[in-house]
């Protein structure tokens, strides 16, 4: 871990990183990391980190986690965080994956902590503004994955996308704030009709997130040429090609169960999205199952819808990291978009809205972390002047 200021960014810049195990199979391991064994403390340390991402379980259990975790993580960097009004965070390995809203609020409160946006590349501390080349949002949801035929596999090996009807929930919320929003649903909201969105201001999707595990990479063998004392020698050794993770990860839409010649497929992968041309597009919201998740190995960088949509030129994301609640989400994106459409900053609009859901009187469940941190913000934090 390490905390240095930024040049010219108006914000301490915050890099965490931590050696995880990567496919998350091997609790407990003794595997190498940065080329050397993880120590007992670092596998106690990934072992809280992982009961903190599980957000299910009992709302006290969940927050003494993340007391634990914030007295080690953050308690250093405290002073400075109080200090300041953003934080930019570059997190590593699981670390990627943690409720940080919930941390920050265990070390030192909520209400006198700073905004944060997370880092996916570090393109995100140099891009020029880029200016809107088009206006309107562009909303795709409760898309019509519909059923796997006989003799037609499932896309993944888990079981068939089920339907989200909530997300119906979700995309009317964006329409009563922005009416002239363009809401794909059911059968339209197809991978092609995706694919070829223009650069929309905003791009909202919910939907369900494609990720399968990565499959062992086949052994390859390599010939070096080695210097030696009487001239040249080959040497000769086994490897491993790495698996591209930007093929294992993407979206569902409609006809993604039915993935056979008769009907259009209903994937878009990772990579797919990383050759759109979003140039202009202000934000990317993805409000599904997981999004945030990618393929995360020791010391790689985060890679998964996040680092897609900002390679495909997206400014920043508003990305899920589990499953999230129907009702629940409605009503934060309701507060996230109303404080947008008045020319708040993103992350000061994500941080109002958190802190409004996790106030209802009307709904006390909602002050577990999993109604009201399941989001986080990436890229550039400040507004978008066109969406008001």
């Not at 409760?142 to 979700?170: I, M, R, W």
């Not at 897609?308 to 989400?329: E, K, M, N």
């Not at 009503?331 to 409004?356: S, W």
Request: charged share 20%; with cysteine.
């Amino acid at each position: 871990m390490s905390w240095r200021p930024s040049s010219g960014l108006g914000a301490p810049f915050l890099k965490l990183c931590f050696p995880g195990t990567g496919d998350g199979s091997r609790k407990g391991s003794t595997k190498q990391s940065f080329g050397r064994d993880r120590t007992a403390a670092e596998l106690r340390y990934e072992e809280k980190l992982r009961q903190l991402i599980d957000i299910m379980g009992p709302q006290k259990a969940i927050l003494d986690q993340a007391g634990r975790l914030a007295e080690s993580l953050l308690a250093p960097f405290a002073p400075i965080a109080e200090a300041t009004a953003m934080l930019l965070i570059a997190p590593d390995g699981l670390i990627t994956l943690a409720p940080f809203d919930v941390l920050l609020d265990a070390e030192i409160g909520l209400e006198k902590a700073p905004l944060t946006s997370f880092l996916v590349t570090g393109r995100d501390l140099l891009r020029k503004p880029e200016p809107a080349r088009n206006g309107g949002i562009a909303v795709f949801a409760n898309a019509d994955y519909g059923t796997v035929k006989p003799g037609c596999s499932a896309p993944l090996p888990d079981d068939a996308f089920q339907p989200l009807a909530g997300t119906e929930h979700e995309a009317a919320a964006v329409q009563a704030l922005f009416p002239d929003a363009r809401v794909i649903t059911a059968g339209d909201a197809t991978a092609d009709a995706f694919r070829t969105v223009d650069a929309p201001l905003i791009l909202h999707v919910a939907t369900h997130r494609f990720f399968s595990p990565l499959a062992t990479p086949d052994p390859v063998m390599t010939t070096d040429f080695v210097p030696m004392q009487d001239g040249i020698g080959l040497l000769t050794r086994q490897t491993a090609e790495p698996a591209d993770a930007m093929v294992h990860a993407g979206l569902a839409l409609a006809g993604a169960n039915r993935r056979d010649e008769a009907v259009a497929d209903g994937i878009v992968t990772a990579r797919e999205i990383a050759g759109m041309d979003l140039l202009g597009t202000q934000l990317v919201v993805l409000s599904a199952c997981q999004t945030g998740v990618g393929h995360i190995a020791d010391g790689e960088e985060f890679t998964g819808l996040r680092r897609a949509f900002a390679i495909a030129g997206a400014r920043s994301q508003l990305t899920s990291l589990w499953p999230v609640d129907d009702d629940a989400t409605a009503a934060l994106m309701t507060a996230f978009y109303e404080r947008i459409r008045t020319g708040a900053p993103r992350g000061e609009a994500l941080r109002a809205a958190e802190h409004a859901i996790r106030n209802r009187e009307d709904r006390p469940e909602w002050t577990h972390p999993f109604y009201w941190v399941a989001f986080q913000q990436s890229g550039d934090w400040g507004a978008i002047a066109a969406a008001g």
